[in-house]
């Protein structure tokens, strides 16, 4: 089983900044890739970021594009995601995911993703 626990998130004024941390654990920790997808209120969830576990690539929303950052740490098993020129529609409860599956590429749908964390609120003010 594998644990992922998020941490970071909090209020921030349009334009801010917020450096989101997910930290993995479990006897069954392999990953292929780690990622981050947001739900608002009323909406579904949706994609943000993802990133390779043993290759630099990562995979991007067009809305968070030059805006966040996707990055890890293999020797702490944790992943990060660098948020920057916060905008009032990223306001969403933010969740990491992790996926096994070595499919070639990195996916980008929440039902491709086995593991999740609790989730950790980002609110951005106008």
């Known amino acids: 089983q594998v644990q992922l626990v998020e941490s970071g998130g909090g209020l921030v004024q349009a334009g801010g900044s917020l450096r989101l941390s997910c930290a993995a654990s479990?006897?069954?920790?392999?990953?292929?890739?780690m990622g981050w997808f947001r739900q608002a209120p009323g909406k579904e969830r949706e994609f943000v970021a993802a990133?390779?576990?043993?290759?630099?690539?990562?995979k991007y929303a067009d809305s968070v594009k030059g805006r966040f950052t996707i990055s890890r740490d293999n020797a702490k098993n944790t992943v990060y995601l660098q948020m920057n020129s916060l905008k009032p529609e990223d306001t969403a409860v933010y969740y990491c995911?992790?996926?096994?599956?070595?499919?070639?590429?990195?996916?980008?749908?929440?039902?491709?993703?086995?593991?999740w964390g609790q989730g950790t609120q980002v609110t951005v003010s106008s």
């Open positions: 995911a992790l996926t096994s599956r070595r499919t070639g590429v990195i996916l980008a749908r929440p039902q491709d993703y086995a593991y």
């Open positions: 479990g006897r069954t920790f392999s990953p292929y890739a």
């Open positions: 990133i390779r576990w043993s290759a630099d690539i990562t």
